[in-house]
C-alpha cells in the first residue's frame, strides 16, 4: 500500500449549526457549493479525529471567536493537543476589545493564526480598521489570514478582496506574515505576483476542490512556488475527505506535494515564534 503524505488543514469549522438560521449561508450552499448535510452540522472531536485519520490529515486549524469562544470548541485542543490548534477570528468593528480579546485568546489556548474576511468587515485591509490587529499579529507572531477573491456568498462586496489591497500592507508591515485565503478567483496572476513579490506573503487554496484549480496556479505550485502555497478544506465547504483526496491526486512532484499538504503549513503554523513582549519601566 503506497504511504500517504501526511496533511494539515488550516481551516475547518466545526461550529456548524448556526449556517442553517442564516439566508446568506443557506443560498451559498444551495447555489454556489452544492454542499451536503455537513454544511449545517456541529462537528464533535472524536468525529473529526475519526474523519482526520481516514483521510491521513495530522493536524487541523479551528477558527474560534475570540469574544464569545464555544467552550465545547476549545475542549478540541484540550483533549486533542497534537490534532488541533485554533485561529482567532475578530470582529474588527469592535475596535480595541476584538483585539485585547485575541490576546486573551493567545495567553490560555494554543493560537497560530488570525484570520479576517474584508467581506464581512466591509472594508479592504488597507483599511484604518484593520491596523491593530495588524500590530497584534506583529506582536504574537501569528499569520494574518485574509480571505481573498470574489466571495461565494451572493451578495458580499467582491473588490474589497482584491489581492493588490495586500501590497501596501506588506510594504508598510515588512515584519506582518499574510496568508491569502481561498485563493484569488478571478486575480490568479496578479496574485502569483504578489507571492513572488513579497517574502512574507502564502496562498491557501482553502474553499476550492484541488481538482478545480486553475492551471496557472498549479504551474506555480509544481515549481518555484512550492514553498508559498498550502493546502486547505475550509470545511464543508469543501470536505476535508475531498480535500486530501484531490490534493493528492493534484500529481505534483514529491518534494511539491509534501510541502503543500503539510511542511508549509507547519513551518508558517507550528513553527518557532518570536513574540514580542513589551516591559514598561519604572
Not at 472524536?46 to 481516514?54: F, H, I, P, Y
Not at 473588490?159 to 506588506?170: R, T
Amino acid at each position: 500500500m503506497t504511504k500517504l503524505t501526511p496533511m494539515i488543514d488550516p481551516l475547518v469549522n466545526v461550529a456548524n449549526a448556526w449556517m442553517a438560521k442564516s439566508s446568506i449561508t443557506r443560498r451559498a450552499k444551495a447555489e454556489v457549493f452544492k454542499a451536503g448535510d455537513d454544511f449545517e452540522r456541529d462537528l464533535s472531536a472524536a468525529e473529526l479525529v475519526e474523519r482526520m485519520d481516514r483521510a491521513g490529515i495530522a493536524k487541523a486549524i479551528i477558527g474560534v471567536d475570540p469574544e464569545q469562544p464555544l467552550p465545547w470548541v476549545l475542549e478540541f485542543a484540550a483533549s486533542h493537543p497534537d490534532r488541533f490548534a485554533f485561529a482567532a477570528e475578530p470582529r474588527l468593528k469592535h475596535g480595541l476589545e476584538a483585539v485585547w480579546a485575541v490576546e486573551d485568546l493567545c495567553r490560555d489556548h494554543p493560537v497560530v493564526a488570525v484570520r479576517v474576511a474584508p467581506m464581512f468587515v466591509g472594508a479592504p485591509v488597507t483599511d484604518a480598521a484593520y491596523v491593530p490587529t495588524i500590530v497584534k499579529c506583529i506582536e504574537l507572531d501569528v499569520p494574518l489570514c485574509l480571505t481573498t477573491g470574489i466571495p461565494g456568498p451572493p451578495g458580499l462586496p467582491a473588490d474589497l478582496q482584491h489581492p493588490m489591497a495586500l501590497d501596501p500592507v506588506l510594504l508598510a508591515y515588512p515584519q506582518l506574515k499574510v496568508v491569502m485565503l481561498h485563493g484569488a478567483d478571478p486575480w490568479w496572476a496578479e496574485a502569483i505576483r504578489l507571492l513572488r513579490r513579497h517574502r512574507n506573503l502564502w496562498m491557501c487554496t482553502s474553499a476550492w476542490p484541488p481538482s478545480r484549480l486553475p492551471e496557472i496556479l498549479v504551474a506555480y505550485l509544481r515549481g518555484a512556488g512550492a514553498r508559498k502555497i498550502l493546502s486547505g478544506s475550509d470545511h464543508p465547504v469543501v470536505t476535508i475527505e475531498r480535500c486530501a483526496e484531490e490534493a493528492r491526486a493534484l500529481g505534483l512532484p514529491p518534494e511539491a506535494e509534501r510541502r503543500y499538504l503539510h511542511d508549509n503549513a507547519m513551518d508558517l503554523f507550528f513553527g518557532e515564534r518570536h513574540s514580542r513582549h513589551v516591559v514598561h519601566a519604572g
